[in-house]
């Protein structure tokens, strides 16, 4: 398997792992699993650093499909190379510390990694052209 295809599936199991990380914030708090386990119908208010993992976790579902668009269509389109296995460890490599400084609420290098996501994305794309 590729680099590129190495870092979208590690991509995934981060995204499909995230949801653990909240989940235990709401599991601390009284009838915190039984509001996780019941119809969810109203609004349970979570630690901080639990919702901030959430919103981390969002933000990873938004941006998971178009790195996946980008690194399928390099592959597929055979333009898949050194460039875009670099672009696709440094997006792997941002979304995990991502979701650690935004757990951490560590303003303003949040932002700084998230850009570094977006620079991958970016040298996948400029192959295909």
């Not at 909240?22 to 119908?41: C, E, P, S």
């Not at 935004?102 to 998230?114: D, E, I, K, L, Q």
């Amino acid at each position: 398997m590729t680099t590129d295809l190495t870092m979208l599936v590690a991509s995934a199991l981060l995204c499909l792992t995230m949801p653990v990380i909240y989940g235990a914030g709401r599991g601390q708090l009284k009838g915190g699993t039984q509001w996780g386990l019941g119809n969810r119908d109203t609004p349970f208010d979570l630690p901080p650093w639990a919702a901030r993992a959430q919103r981390a976790h969002l933000n990873m579902i938004e941006n998971l499909a178009p790195f996946a668009i980008l690194v399928l269509v390099a592959h597929v389109s055979g333009k898949a190379n050194s460039t875009t296995a670099l672009g696709a460890e440094l997006f792997f490599v941002s979304r995990v510390a991502h979701l650690i400084t935004y757990v951490a609420g560590s303003v303003p290098w949040r932002t700084v990694v998230y850009f570094g996501g977006m620079i991958g994305e970016l040298m996948i794309l400029s192959q295909l052209f």
